[in-house]
């Protein structure tokens, strides 16, 4: 332990990223930037290819950044996981989606650790960074690490620590969120805070992985149950004929105890639909049900369909149906400024549309075309003339450099999922 931990203070410890993807691509250049030398590895060829030329795929990473640390020699891209061999502390950033029943799909990791099994010497240090149920650490990589005979504690480290970061947040990147690590051994959590220390202004250690998994799913779970409460009291609001937004922002006033969601079309995105259901499979193969994580699942993603709804009442007022109408879709990205359409609202959103008979069109900035779960379609340029031809502007998502006057100035009818247009009281807007 002495060397690796002399080494990781000196930054002469070699460092990996594997899973160079929304997680693991900041972090590898926030090392590389602190004066470690980082390799990362991704299985993806475009993607490694692409940084090696210089070109970021990640909204908050800039070109110019990757260029430059490719440059120093201290970040180095491959495609190869016999470099494992090489390093001293491996960092894994793989994705953990849901099967198609919903449960866990934690292939990925099991991949990458038996990759690591291939590769390892004694002295390394691994840490777990991918969102996953509590158990993961100790009882699915540990085993397949030690099936070479290596002890943990002894001859490797291992610990968790989740991933916090908020893509698109400009307040919040790695350095000022707070870390949270749980090392199987003290020793374990010992060195992972030694390295993270070096470009993470507060470390947070716990007791345990377990802890540390728990974590962050109770940060996800509490934003997914936040926003589902907001979502209902919405629809309530709508029945009883009041403003949901007015009604949120008098709240907030409150200088405790209060802390303000905001209704949506649904969830979207990589984490919150799909961290809380990690939690409640480890709950129920425990006997345990959480039901609060049950009814956030089944109110969020109804939102859709309630969207849906308001543009067919919408429509109705103006003597239209969905079905022959031309509705198009404001912004298709999981959330407002980035480029990330997983598990967007907006899709499902077009889709049960095009079902219903519309013809359906989008316009994101952000999104030059979709191809994602058989759903093919490209941006279309916004123009004063192709909104005049549209029956139903509806802003799915709230990007900032969307030029709202042309918009509320040129479309017949929106509907307004996201109070992007706050404040501005027209017959021809329609609000969630
Ligand atoms: N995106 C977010 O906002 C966010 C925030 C916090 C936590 N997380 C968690 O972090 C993890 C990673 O998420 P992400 O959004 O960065 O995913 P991503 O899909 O953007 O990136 C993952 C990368 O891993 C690579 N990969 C997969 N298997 C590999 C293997 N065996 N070897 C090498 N590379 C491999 C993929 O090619 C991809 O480039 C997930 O568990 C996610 O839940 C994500």
Redesign the pocket.
Known sequence: MSILLKRIKTKDARIGI????????PLALEFARSGYNVTG????ME?VESLKKGKSY?IDVTDSEVKQLIKTGRFNVT?D?SVLSKLDAVII?????LTKTKDPDVS??I??SQ?IKNYMHKGQLFVL????YPGTTEELVLPILEEGGLKVGRDFFLAFS??????GNKQYSVRNIPKVIGGVTRHCTELARCMYSAIIDTIVPVSSPKVAETV?LLENTFRSVNIALVNEIALMAGRLGIDVWEVINAAKTKPFGFMPFYPGPGLG???IP??PLYLSWVAKKNGFELRFVALADQVNSAMPEFVVEKITDALNGAKKSIKGSNIHILGVAYKKDVD?V?ESPALEIMNILRHKGARVTYTDPYIPEINYHGLRARSVPLTKAFLNKIDCSVIVTNHGNFNYDLIVSHSKLIVDTRNALKGINKKHIVRL
């Open positions: 594997v899973g160079l993807g929304y997680v693991g691509l590895i991704d299985k993806n993607r990640i495609g996981a950033c793989v994705p953990t989606p990925y990791i991949s990458v990759e960074e991918s969102t996953t989740p991933e916090r970061i908020d893509p962050k995105g990589h984490c799909i961290d990330d997983r």
